[in-house]
């Protein structure tokens, strides 16, 4: 559905989450880094109340110090400002359909856009599958981002949906390793979701359904 969306869309904004609204910033980066994008226009606003601050801030230095500054400058941090927001989005718009006219692409579909194949495929959350995610920076950007996103999904699954969590209960916490500059700032980002109560259900207690290579 996300894929459609983006394909559809003249443009995005994103509301605060957790693991799972990461999810989908780390699929719509990931797009959007390949260099076959890089010139195609679609406006991201992540956006929400000003309590939202310390999320996005903690987001924005996770992507950045991660994936590297060029992926910041694919999307905009609007806190507690509605009419900005509205107005940076149609002024995107704006410049999607600017793009598309001058490219002789359809204002209702973005021809244009390429999606790899990778971001077209479920990831289904196993332990097997979730050990072997290389998280490294050793690989372009947009494929790092790719299995980042497939590590937040195995996260949601593992969270909130029947088959990872009975997974989980049965094998323990899915683990994750990789490299340790990248292991260390996605440990930090999740330890930040559960202080801000992003990553618990109905207001209990969170037990993680992960760990990384070498915790106990």
Avoid at 175 to 182: A, D, K, N, P, Y
Avoid at 195 to 212: D, H, K, N, V
Wanted: charged share 25%; glycine share 8%.
């Amino acid at each position: 559905r996300l894929e459609a969306f983006v394909r559809l869309g003249h443009g995005v904004v994103v509301f605060p989450g957790g693991v799972g609204t990461t999810e989908e910033i780390l699929y719509l980066l990931g797009v959007l880094a390949h260099p076959d994008n890089a010139e195609i226009p679609l406006p991201l606003i992540l956006t929400g109340p000003a309590v939202s601050a310390a999320y996005f801030d903690r987001l924005d230095a996770f992507l950045r110090g991660v994936l590297g500054p060029q992926f910041a400058n694919r999307y905009e941090i609007i806190v507690d400002d509605a009419a900005r927001v509205a107005a940076r989005l149609r002024a995107g718009v704006d410049e999607v359909l600017r793009f598309r006219d001058e490219n002789d692409d359809a204002a209702y579909f973005n021809w244009s856009l390429r999606i790899d194949p990778r971001f077209q495929q479920p990831f289904v959350a196993t332990h097997e599958a979730m050990a072997a995610l290389r998280l490294t920076r050793e690989q372009p950007a947009h494929e790092l981002a790719c299995t980042l996103r497939r590590a937040f999904s195995g996260l949601v699954s593992g969270n909130v949906k029947e088959d990872g969590m009975r997974a989980v209960e049965r094998h323990g916490p899915f683990e994750l390793c990789g490299e340790r500059t990248v292991v260390e700032a996605l440990d930090t980002l999740l330890r930040d979701f559960v202080a801000q109560g992003r990553m618990r259900l109905g207001g209990r207690e969170y037990t993680p359904c992960y760990r990384f290579a070498g915790q106990p």
